[in-house]
């Protein structure tokens, strides 16, 4: 299974919002409603933020937001902080039980 | 608390085996699927397995097929991946985590391992 296309980066300063995409096919982003993202800054374990396309988590800021659109996925981060700076990852269900993750979008805040 | 621990990383030369665990507490461990995810020095995130909740149903990516091996013990709350033949490529932090509908609420903190050729 191959894995999801994200951009390499984004950026934007702070209070403005940004989007990462999270492109796949009808085999998985498009397939099913199980796509989730995660934040991990350097040095830690990712964190869960976004879960079944647009859920948060408990604890998890509402600038944090998911989306779903054919085969592409969408976070929007939302009134930017500096320490919204970190690698985002999209992940996808993908049949016969097993999950795909994307190759990351580090979000830089200028 | 909600936590994972995972143990038994560590340097292992080229073809050998080495088995991880991953300690589970806060939670009943036996209600929920579990994945194993893993990440090479200054890459992304490749989901290594998955296995349900009885340990009967276990997927796992196609790098690893046939050289490792996932299984649980419910009533030790542990997780384990058996990693033989191990590659290079295999050198990364393993990360253990908790299922909820295919994504990963709750992360360990990861052990290396590194493979040295």
């Known amino acids: 299974q191959s894995a999801l296309t994200q951009p390499p980066s984004a950026s934007g300063s702070p209070g403005q919002s940004v989007t990462i995409s999270c492109t796949g096919s009808?085999?998985?982003?498009?397939?099913?409603?199980?796509v989730s993202w995660y934040q991990q800054h350097p040095g830690k374990a990712p964190k869960l933020i976004i879960y079944?396309?647009?859920k948060r988590p408990s604890g998890v800021p509402d600038r944090f937001s998911g989306s779903k659109s054919g085969n592409t996925a969408s976070l929007t981060v939302s009134g930017l902080l500096a320490e919204d700076g970190a690698d985002y990852y999209c992940?996808?269900?993908?049949?016969?039980?097993?999950?795909?993750f994307g190759g990351g979008t580090k979000l830089t805040v200028l | 608390e909600v936590q994972l621990v995972e143990s038994g990383g560590g340097l292992v030369q080229s073809g050998g085996s080495l088995r991880l665990s991953c300690a589970a507490s806060?939670?009943?461990?036996?209600?929920?699927?579990m994945h194993w995810v893993r990440q090479a020095p200054g890459k992304g995130l490749v989901c290594v397995s998955r296995?349900?909740?009885?340990?009967?149903?276990?997927t796992y990516a196609d790098s690893v097929k046939g050289r490792f091996t996932v299984s649980r013990d419910n009533a030790k709350n542990t997780l384990y991946l058996q990693m033989n033949s191990l590659r290079a490529e295999d050198t990364a932090i393993y990360y253990c985590?908790?299922?909820?509908?295919?994504?990963?609420?709750?992360w360990g903190q990861g052990t290396r391992v590194t493979v040295s050729s």
């Open positions: 985590g908790r299922d909820l509908n295919a994504a990963v609420d709750i």
């Open positions: 806060g939670f009943t461990f036996s209600s929920y699927w």
């Open positions: 296995v349900n909740r009885d340990g009967s149903l276990i």
């Open positions: 009808s085999s998985d982003v498009g397939g099913y409603n199980y």
């Open positions: 079944e396309v647009n």
């Open positions: 992940s996808s269900y993908v049949g016969g039980n097993a999950v795909v």
